[in-house]
C-alpha cells in the first residue's frame, strides 16, 4: 500500500521560511522520482519542483532561487524548503510519486503566507 504522508505546513510572513517533509512507504523510494504540487484558493494545481532517483531537480521558474527540494533514502523522505516566501506561494502542498500502477498523492499540508 503506497503511502505518502507530508507534514511542515503552517503559518508565515512574507520573507519567511517554511520546511515540508513527505515520509512515503509501500514503494522502492530509492528508485522513485518525487515531485511537489500546490493548489491555491480556487486554482489548479500547478506543479512545484521534483527530485529524480539520482537527485537532479528541476523547478516551476515562480520558485526557482527560493526553494529546495531533496531527498533522504535512508529516511524514505522527500523535502520542500522554501525561502523568500510571498503571499503568492499561499496553498495546500502536496507530495506525489508516478508509477506504473497510477499517480498516488499526499493528503497536502497547508501553507498559509500573510502578515
Known amino acids: 500500500q503506497v503511502q505518502l504522508v507530508e507534514s511542515g505546513g503552517g503559518l508565515v510572513q512574507p520573507g519567511g521560511s517554511l520546511g515540508l517533509s513527505c515520509v512515503v512507504s509501500?514503494?522502492?523510494?530509492?528508485?522513485?522520482?518525487m515531485n511537489w504540487y500546490r493548489q491555491a484558493p480556487g486554482k489548479q494545481r500547478e506543479w512545484v519542483a521534483g527530485?529524480?532517483?539520482?537527485?537532479?531537480?528541476t523547478y516551476v521558474d515562480s520558485v526557482k532561487g527560493r526553494f529546495t527540494i531533496s531527498r533522504d533514502n535512508a529516511k524514505n523522505t522527500v523535502y520542500l524548503q522554501m525561502n523568500s516566501l510571498t503571499p503568492e506561494d499561499t496553498a495546500v502542498y502536496y507530495c506525489?510519486?508516478?508509477?506504473?500502477?497510477?499517480?498516488?498523492w499526499g493528503q497536502g499540508t497547508q501553507v498559509s503566507v500573510s502578515s
Open positions: 509501500g514503494i522502492i523510494f530509492r528508485l522513485s522520482g
Open positions: 506525489h510519486v508516478r508509477l506504473r500502477a497510477g499517480d498516488y
Open positions: 527530485i529524480s532517483s539520482g537527485g537532479s531537480t
